[in-house]
């Protein structure tokens, strides 16, 4: 089997500092650009807690841990156990690794939310966007996703493969064999647009997002999510809500005249189907104080969302390009799954017309073969791929939590009041659940296994778990696959620009600029 992710990466611990914190916050997951370094409270005071030795003239574990994240962990665990002391990033930690990672996301007493807070104080940056459900442990964007994304996806898939489809055409188009392939050297640049287009469909309807300033406020949100330091001058993220107010306003407008008319006229409205219509028709449901909190709200969405799944869809390409022995695997499937679904329809069809029932328009035949909910659903192999790349790629210390009271392990340790602890990500991705081979990329390792990518759990981390888990995996998943599957569907061939920077491409952390381009070859 290929071993390309088992040596070592190098980064200097201060590019690491970056892009370090993202997938530990979520919600905020460009602060990449924002930390703070001011130290934040530290270690458990326990003293049964063995402190991870430094290697001479070394005052913090940050040079180890980036020349080679897993040899630094695999060293600790054997050396003290789960559950040891480090000098990182300039602060200090207590590292849980194993069966105790499951007592802290499940203990609402540990808080991701305030460990971040400590570490780069945004909470009032982000605060700043809205006016109502302020409330430090507020739970109105985890709600608002879970009753209104995850149960509506099927409705919004068909938006969502048009937008993909149509951007990666736009962005990428044709790249003939002939010419030897087109030369991508940012493909984040490809992927941002598509996936801004698609949740912009989603979040705000097809009228608001054809507006470019707002598919450039999805897009650039993250960053400016960074430049909080000015937000007593002009706060980046305030101009971003007014550029949504101002583009949601005539629409709105628009809508209330329809929604009259129809009432006058006795018709049934169709209420537009996209999350800030919802939001508007739960106005009060959710606390909210005017259009500018709903477009805060919608902000915080749009933080949360689209730079996470842009950035996993760039990597989940450069995982293609690295092992292209397995593209004619996932191009087999997604034809066979399209196949079954095209005849079990033609099924339905002919034994309504054998009882002279009519065929509505959902059976027509020309959406046979759509990249439905369904039909991404049953692609168990794509399923599997992308969860390998995340179970490989996912940064090996993340998810900091703070505690906000003494806490006792199962083990018997005890998390001081006030301390940090940080997740051993490699400790849950490389454990034994994983299966054989734990170090190598193995696409197929969860086929069969009830284990899609959705499912949280100690064994599977890059969407948190427990109450706080991603409520936006069920939406981030779909479009993944999806671009994963058109991905193959369209090009033959996804090359690495420079083969030599590949390791560490695969292995670069949420946020991280890619050091290599692609090539990409059409489908004749
Ligand atoms: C590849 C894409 C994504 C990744 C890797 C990701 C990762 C995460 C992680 C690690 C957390 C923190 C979990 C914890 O504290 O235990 C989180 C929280 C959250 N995510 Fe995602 N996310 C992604 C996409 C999305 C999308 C598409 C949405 C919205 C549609 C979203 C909305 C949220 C929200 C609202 C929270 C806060 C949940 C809470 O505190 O209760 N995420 N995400």
Redesign the pocket.
């Known amino acids: 089997m290929l071993t390309l992710l088992s040596g070592s990466t190098s980064m200097a611990p201060t590019d690491a500092l970056k892009v370090a914190i993202p ?5 905020a ?1 460009a602060a990449y650009l924002t930390i703070k370094l001011t130290a934040s409270s530290g270690f458990s005071t326990d003293k049964s807690i063995p402190m991870a030795s430094l290697r001479p003239g070394e005052t913090t574990h940050d040079k180890e841990y980036f020349e080679d994240q897993d040899a630094f962990l695999q060293r600790c665990e054997e050396e003290y156990g789960p559950v040891f002391n480090i000098h990182y990033m300039g602060t200090s930690y207590t590292v849980i690794s194993g069966a105790q990672i499951r007592e802290v ?1 499940l203990n609402e007493d540990f808080s ?2 305030d460990a971040i807070e400590e570490l780069t104080g945004m909470r009032t940056f982000l605060m700043s966007m809205i006016k109502s459900n302020r409330e430090v442990d507020s ?1 109105v ?2 709600e ?2 879970r009753d209104n ?1 995850s149960p509506n996806l099927a409705l919004f898939t068909p938006r969502i493969v048009k937008e993909l489809e149509k951007n990666l055409e736009k962005e990428l188009g044709v790249c003939p064999a002939e010419e030897g392939g087109k030369l991508v050297e940012k493909p984040v640049l490809v992927l941002q647009e598509m996936v801004a287009n698609a ?1 912009a469909n989603v979040f705000v309807g097809p009228e608001i997002a054809k507006s470019r300033k707002v598919i450039d406020t999805f897009i650039t949100v993250a960053g400016d999510f960074g430049k909080r330091t000015e937000i007593n001058v002009l706060n980046p993220l305030q101009v971003h809500v007014q550029v949504l107010v101002d583009a949601a306003t005539p629409v709105i407008l628009e809508r209330r005249r329809q929604e009259a008319e129809a009432i006058e006229q006795g018709i049934e409205y169709q209420r537009p189907d996209d999350i800030m219509q919802r939001f508007l028709d739960n106005f009060d449901k959710y606390n909210f104080v005017d259009l500018e909190d709903v477009c805060g709200h919608l902000l ?2 749009i933080l ?2 689209v730079h ?2 842009t ?2 869809s760039t990597n989940l390409l450069y995982y293609m390009a690295a092992y292209p022995q397995y593209m004619d695997k996932l191009l087999e499937e997604q034809q066979q799954v399209l196949d079954a679904i095209q005849q079990e329809r033609e099924l339905l069809r002919q034994d309504l017309l054998s009882k002279g029932e009519a065929i509505d328009a959902d059976l027509d035949p020309s959406h046979d073969r759509d990249l439905s909910a369904a039909a991404v659903k049953r692609m168990v192999h794509m399923d599997s791929f992308v969860r390998e790349v ?1 179970r490989n790629r996912t940064e090996r210390l993340s ?1 900091m939590h703070h505690a906000r009271k003494n806490i006792k392990l199962s083990s018997g340790i005890v998390i001081s009041k006030g301390s940090d602890v940080i997740i051993n990500m490699r400790s849950a991705h490389q454990g034994p659940d994983q299966g054989e081979d734990v170090t190598e990329f193995q696409p197929w390792r969860f086929v069969g296994k009830s284990k899609p990518a959705t499912k949280v759990g100690v064994d599977f ?13 069920f ?2 998943m779909q ?2 696959k999806t671009i994963g599957v058109l991905m193959v569907s369209k090009y033959s061939k996804i090359e690495v620009q420079d083969p030599k920077k590949l390791k560490t491409v695969l292995r670069s952390r ?1 946020g991280e600029p890619t050091a290599t381009g692609l090539i990409f070859t059409s489908r004749s």
Do not use: K
């Not at 997938?23 to 919600?27: K, R």
């Not at 981390?461 to 409520?471: D, E, K, T, V, Y």
């Open positions: 997938l530990g916050l979520g919600l997951s996301f991701s939310s739970r964007i985890h608002i996703v994304i949740m915080i969405l949360a969302s996470t799944t950035d996993t995340f998810l981390l890059p969407f948190g778990m427990g109450r706080h888990a991603c409520p936006g995996r939406l981030a479009e993944l949420l």
